[in-house]
């Protein structure tokens, strides 16, 4: 069956640097789009990012633009979310997700504070 398991997260101060790792099993991974999103407390969850199967990646939010980066290792079955110039409104629950399937991640937390 489809699995994504999520590595990475925890606690970092503001302006610090984190790096979400998310290894997919029971599919074929380099054909598959994947994503990003982040659900913080009291929010609705939000797409972060998106990666094609060519690599061609997008951020969405522009609150995120420059600072967060998406790449994949088709051959590590891993999708990366790297998140620099951390910001107390990033705190969240980030998770990975698999469109095609449908399929999410365990979710990671992510926590930015002094």
């Known amino acids: 069956q489809v699995q994504l398991v999520q590595s990475g997260g925890g606690l970092v101060q503001p302006g610090g640097s984190l790096r979400l790792s998310c290894v997919g099993s029971g599919f074929t991974f380099s054909v598959r789009r994947l994503s990003w999103y982040r659900q913080a407390p009291g929010k609705e969850r939000e797409l972060v990012a998106t990666?094609?199967?060519?690599?061609?990646?997008?951020v969405y939010a522009s609150s995120m633009k420059g600072r967060f980066t998406i790449s994949r290792d088709n051959a590590k079955n891993t999708v990366y979310l790297q998140m620099n110039g951390l910001k107390p409104e990033d705190t969240a629950v980030y998770y990975c997700h698999v469109p095609f399937f449908d399929s999410w991640g365990q979710g990671t937390q992510v926590t930015v504070s002094s």
């Open positions: 990666i094609t199967t060519g690599g061609g990646a997008t």
